[in-house]
């Protein structure tokens, strides 16, 4: 039987793997993954200091146990450097393979095949000779890296991030909570802006200040220069700041590259229909580097949808993705937060109710129908699944 192919081992590739299994025993399942195929919760990177996890205690199991689990055959290590989407065929390399292996382009077909390639971190144009210093997480390689560096550094590390973003806040907290020095940098005005108001932003950072973090809001960082041992930013303020290590956590780009080789239909990422499907037959995509029907989601829910949507499809059974209301839990225990973002059109207005710590902030619409909302606080967040009721599905 020809195999249904998984490209990548993270969570999107992982959790298709185990819905696709809970379906189907019988058809042969292969994963090509870039990294060692470990399997593991992206989402715990941004909170594993103060949790004191370790990159191999966040390892759920390597590959060899992941494939035995699965019935499914990991190839790690291996790069497809071309699909062919008309003979169904890919071409792959292995890297890093001992001496005496055979590592020339190997070919492998499929019945189905799935793009779960995620998304890179985008690379600032920055100058400078430390430019190419500057870290960013997104992997648990990535983490690791990291984690080592700042063991290596000491306690009394001062790191600089630069991104008030979803990763750049959570990592803030995070590490301003394991003990280090942190100072988070950005363009915006204030946290989070493409998610939260002003008034919102403004509190996020007013509760991460309290707990030690510095902030630099309005300027980019144009330059970093080694200064002996430190590192230093060049603003655009024309200040600059000096730090023992930086993180760049300034957003991801979808992995599309592959796709595009493949003459398949992108946009922002890997173009797909309610099915998951891409313009080329056979050929799927789910998680951080699709675009379903115009949504980019990268976020856990709308990837567990996808997967179980997806799993019954290639089982035989066509399947549409449906997404429900999927409120974001923003790793911020700093400022509890919990958003559920809503496209403001004309006519849409904000309700704010003030509770015993924060406050519960609506979109409506102009009928009054709740669109969307911020829960800040923790006596907020408990009206989070009355309010989810209240919000209509997102894509049905």
Same mark, same amino acid.
């Given at each position: ?11 999107? =590739? ?22 060692d ?15 004191g ?24 290590n ?20 001992? !001496? ?77 909570? &394991? ?32 707990? =030690? ?14 200064? =002996? ?15 023992d ?29 309610q ?26 829910m !709308? ?5 179980? &949507? ?13 997404? =429900? ?7 911020t !225990? ?6 559920? !973002? ?52 997102l894509?049905?």
């Amino acid at each position: 039987m020809t195999p249904v192919i998984i490209l990548g081992s993270g969570m999107a =590739g992982y959790t298709l793997a185990r819905e696709f299994r809970k379906l189907d025993s019988e058809t042969p399942l292969i994963m090509v993954s870039s990294e060692d195929g470990a399997s593991y919760a992206k989402p715990g990177l941004s909170n594993a200091f103060t949790a004191g996890k370790s990159a191999d205690a966040l390892a759920q199991a390597d590959a060899l146990k992941m494939g035995e689990t699965l019935s499914m055959t990991i190839m790690a290590n291996t790069q497809v450097s071309a699909i062919n989407t008309a003979d169904k065929t890919l071409t792959l390399q292995v890297m890093d393979a001992p !001496p005496g292996t055979d590592n020339s382009d190997q070919t492998l077909e499929y019945r189905d095949l799935v793009l779960a390639v995620g998304a890179s971190p985008i690379t600032l144009p920055i100058k400078g000779d430390a430019a190419d210093q500057l870290l960013q997480v997104n992997s648990l390689q990535d983490y690791r890296v990291f984690r080592d560096r700042l063991e290596q550094l000491g306690a009394d590390t001062r790191i600089g991030i630069i991104g008030a973003g979803l990763i750049g806040v959570e990592f803030a907290n995070d590490l301003i909570k &394991a003990g280090y020095a942190v100072t988070l940098m950005d363009l915006a005005d204030y946290p989070l802006p493409k998610l939260i108001g002003q008034d919102q932003g403004q509190a996020l950072q007013t509760a991460l200040e309290d707990d =030690g973090v510095v902030f630099k809001m309005g300027v980019s960082v144009a330059e970093a220069s080694f200064e =002996g041992a430190e590192i230093k930013l060049g603003l655009s303020s024309g200040d600059s700041a000096s730090f023992d290590l930086v993180l760049s956590a300034v957003g991801l780009r979808p992995n599309t590259g592959l796709a595009k080789q493949a003459g398949i239909e992108c946009d922002l990422g890997i173009s797909v229909n309610q099915l998951l499907k891409t313009s080329a037959d056979h050929v799927y995509a789910i998680g951080d580097c699709a675009v379903v029907e115009g949504h980019f989601l990268p976020y856990v829910m !709308p990837l567990m949808s996808e997967a179980r &949507a997806l799993a019954k499809t290639l089982s035989g059974e066509s399947t549409l993705v449906k997404y =429900g209301v999927m409120p974001i839990a923003v790793k911020t !225990p700093s400022q509890p937060l919990c958003i559920l !973002p809503a496209q403001r059109t004309e006519g849409t207005r904000t309700e704010v109710v003030d509770t015993e710590d924060g406050h519960v902030i609506k979109t409506l619409g102009s009928d009054g129908e709740l669109l969307g909302f911020v829960l800040m606080g923790k006596a907020a967040l408990k009206e989070r699944m009355a309010l989810s009721k209240e919000v209509p599905d997102l894509l049905s």
